[in-house]
């Protein structure tokens, strides 16, 4: 692991295009479906044994989103967030870290 990679206290992420291919499908009735890969769960799963928390940011408000979080145990979720950054500042003054220890993934 390099030194930089051994100061990450936290990880966030956004969804569409990260978790997921980036493409919405649609029901007939109107539904909204996402495709998740394994992989994040257990991308998930090693953030946790390491210590390190996680972070979901998105601008969209979905069910979906919510039900992936829970079904791996993410606490820290916030949909229909536009300001990105001021949530990560809030969250980084809550665990009493610098965006320097964070590590973003987005598209």
Avoid: H
């Avoid at 990679?5 to 969804?15: M, P």
């Avoid at 769960?41 to 940011?57: N, T």
């Amino acid at each position: 692991m390099s030194a930089l990679a051994k100061n990450i206290k936290l990880v966030g992420t956004d969804i569409d295009g990260v978790w997921t291919d980036a493409r919405m499908y649609y029901s007939t009735e109107g539904d909204v479906m996402k495709s998740f890969s394994t992989y994040d769960g257990m991308g998930v799963k090693l953030l946790r044994e390491a210590g390190i928390p996680l972070l979901i940011m998105t601008g969209e408000d979905t069910k979906i989103v919510a039900k992936r979080a829970e079904k791996l145990g993410i606490e820290r979720v916030f949909q229909g967030e536009n300001e990105k950054l001021n949530r990560l500042n809030k969250v980084c003054s809550e665990l009493n870290i610098s965006l320097d220890e964070v590590a973003y993934i987005g598209d």
